[in-house]
């Protein structure tokens, strides 16, 4: 399976951590120095499903496909607007299409697990050419009383178009049931036969015990890739890893003793976007004309389940 284009959306308005500071027990500085993010952008006029359009919209014509060409669509989110339909379906009118289509939910790994899906359907010959995308909108359910979580997160959609050639090499996935440290529970309901139903309530998690888990893990999982492949730190160009915390990103980087270029970042500006991260980082770097033909690029990602999911790709 081979990347043959790339797209990403974000929206309009930019939410600084001045903006913050203006109702919460917080500063630029605080957050900043904790997270590396000085701003990011949510959601106010605009929708998750338009995000989810102009970034499909972006990948096909940088792949230069047509909606005709579009066998399925896979996006990954954790909550869209409705529960059903997917929004793999809603977002096909205004891309023109007319193929199969479905959400898949895998927390902040889950565009990896979107190019997995992908890559099987390909190679089971149900399709030719995807358009895998990653949705997400978690200023939806991010507590913003709690200045310890809703200052990490962002909205944005990005993906890409992926067709048959050779390009994605591997794709690993791992998991440690450990769901008390990272969740969000979904809305309870009013079902009148509920026996004591779960109340609603924001996403929760607890920072040290996710950032002692991304880090060891990514490290462990990028090691254990470029072992599988006969590859030292140095053989791989870029190591685009989920957007949730530049300490993370620094810690992991300095375990594997490589140079900064090698690790592209933008989560000063966007915050973490959990499953979008990857392809919104994909887009910038393709956009900028540093993916050159040949080059390798590594993918990790970690959330909650706690999961971890690891790609290596050659542009």
Same mark, same amino acid.
């Given at each position: ?23 919460? *027990? ?149 998991? *440690? ?106 887009? *910038? ?31």
């Amino acid at each position: 399976m081979k990347i043959l284009g790339t797209g990403s959306a974000l929206p309009k308005k930019v939410v600084t951590n001045d903006d913050l500071a203006g109702f919460l *027990e917080t500063n630029d500085e605080w957050i900043s120095t904790r997270t590396g993010i000085r701003e990011r952008r949510v959601l106010s006029d605009d929708t998750l499903q338009s995000l989810a359009e102009r970034a499909g919209k972006a990948a096909m014509e940088n792949a230069g496909v047509s909606p005709e060409d579009i066998d399925c669509v896979l996006v990954s989110t954790v909550q869209a607007e409705t529960m059903s339909p997917a929004l793999a379906c809603d977002i096909q009118p205004a891309l023109g299409l007319k193929c199969m289509g479905m959400d898949i939910n895998g927390g902040c790994t889950g565009f990896i697990a979107a190019l997995a899906v992908a890559e099987g359907l390909i190679a089971s010959g149900r399709a030719r050419k995807l358009l895998v995308l990653s949705a997400e909108a978690l200023s939806r359910f991010a507590d913003w009383t709690d200045r310890s979580t809703c200052v990490l997160f962002g909205d944005a959609a990005g993906g890409v178009v992926v067709g048959e050639g050779e390009g994605v090499e591997d794709i690993r996935f791992a998991s *440690e049931p450990r769901h008390a440290v990272l969740c969000a529970h979904t809305p309870p309901g009013n079902s009148p036969f509920a026996i004591d139903p779960a109340p609603a309530q924001y996403l929760k998690m607890q920072g040290q015990e996710v950032y002692r888990f991304a880090v060891s893990h990514s490290f462990r999982d990028i090691r254990d890739m470029l072992a599988a492949h006969n590859l030292a730190p140095e053989d791989v160009d870029f190591y685009a890893l989920h957007q949730a915390n530049m300490r993370i990103l620094e810690a992991v980087r300095t375990r594997l003793k490589v140079d900064a270029e090698r690790f592209p970042h933008n989560i000063e500006r966007t915050g973490n976007t959990s499953s979008a991260t990857i392809p919104v980082l994909l887009d *910038e770097l393709n956009r900028a004309g540093k993916l050159k033909p040949g080059c390798r690029v590594i993918l990790s990602a970690f959330g909650a389940g706690l999961c971890t999911g690891t790609a290596l790709i050659k542009w």
